[in-house]
T-cell receptor
Framework: QQQVKQSPQSLIVQKGGISIINCAYENTAFDYFPWYQQFPGKGPALLIAIRPDVSEKKEGRFTISFNKSAKQFSLHIMDSQPGDSATYFCAASPGSRVTGGGNKLTFGTGTQLKVEL | NAGVTQTPKFRVLKTGQSMTLLCAQDMNHEYMYWYRQDPGMGLRLIHYSVGEGTTAKGEVPDGYNVSRLKKQNFLLGLESAAPSQTSVYFC?????????????FGPGTRLTVT
C-alpha cells in the first residue's frame, strides 16, 4: 500500500522557470511533511518541511503548499537553476503523535528534475 | 563533525554470501534507521532503532538483521545475500526537537549481489 503518491516521475524545466512537484497522502495521522533533495551518488538531504498548522512555508526559492482537506502537498521551486537538477522526494510521518516509536518516514517514489539552460 | 557515515561505499557479493554494513553517527542521536533505495520505489524502511540495545522491523525487514550495541553505531547484516537485495542502502539518524524528528542521511552503500 503506497501511502504517499508523488508525481510527476520526471520533470524538465527551463532555467528561470517554476518547478512543481505534487504529493498526496492517505494516512490522516501524518502531521509532518518534509521534502528531501538527492544528488547522484549522495544521500538525501532535508530541503524544507511543513506541519499541517500552516498552508504554506517558504525558504528562499523553495515553497511548500499544503492542503489538509485534500490531503495534498506540493513543492514549488521558483527561478529554477541547473544546480537544482536532482531527485526530489516527499515524505510524511506521524511526527509528534508517535510516542516512543520514533519517527518513521513514508517516502514518495521520487521526481527526477532536470533544469535546462 | 562527520554526521552519518557508512562503510563500505561499494560491495559486490555472490548469492549466499554474508556481509555487514556499518553505520556510524557522531551527533548523539537516539534514533537510527536503515533504508533501501530502488529505482521507482523511493526509500523503504528496513529496520530502525529508538535507542541503544533496541531494534524494530520496518516495511521490508525480511532477509536482514540489525544490531545497535552502541548508541553511535547501527549495523545491518545480510546472512545469505540474494540478487533481490541488490540496492543502494542508506542509514539515517534523527533526534526529537520542536515536535518533529529530522532525519539525517549517510552517503549510501551500493550493493550488488550476483
Amino acid at each position: 500500500q503506497q501511502q504517499v503518491k508523488q508525481s510527476p516521475q520526471s520533470l524538465i524545466v527551463q532555467k528561470g522557470g517554476i518547478s512543481i512537484i505534487n504529493c498526496a497522502y492517505e494516512n490522516t495521522a501524518f502531521d509532518y511533511f518534509p521534502w528531501y533533495q538527492q544528488f547522484p551518488g549522495k544521500g538525501p538531504a532535508l530541503l524544507i518541511a511543513i506541519r499541517p498548522d500552516v498552508s504554506e512555508k517558504k525558504e528562499g526559492r523553495f515553497t511548500i503548499s499544503f492542503n489538509k482537506s485534500a490531503k495534498q502537498f506540493s513543492l514549488h521551486i521558483m527561478d529554477s537553476q541547473p544546480g537544482d537538477s536532482a531527485t526530489y522526494f516527499c515524505a510524511a510521518s506521524p511526527g509528534s503523535r508517535v510516542t516512543g516509536g520514533g519517527n518513521k518516514l513514508t517516502f514518495g517514489t521520487g521526481t527526477q528534475l532536470k533544469v535546462e539552460l | 563533525n562527520a554526521g552519518v557515515t557508512q562503510t563500505p561505499k561499494f560491495r559486490v557479493l555472490k548469492t549466499g554470501q554474508s556481509m555487514t554494513l556499518l553505520c556510524a553517527q557522531d551527533m548523539n542521536h537516539e534514533y537510527m534507521y536503515w533504508y533501501r533505495q530502488d529505482p521507482g520505489m523511493g526509500l523503504r524502511l528496513i529496520h530502525y532503532s529508538v535507542g541503544e540495545g533496541t531494534t524494530a522491523k520496518g516495511e521490508v525487514p525480511d532477509g536482514y538483521n540489525v544490531s545497535r550495541l552502541k548508541k553511535q553505531n547501527f549495523l545491518l547484516g545480510l546472512e545469505s545475500a540474494a540478487p533481490s537485495q541488490t540496492s543502494v542502502y542508506f542509514c539515517a539518524s534523527s533526534f526529537y526537537a520542536a515536535g518533529v524528528y529530522e532525519q539525517y542521511f549517510g552517503p549510501g552503500t551500493r550493493l550488488t549481489v550476483t
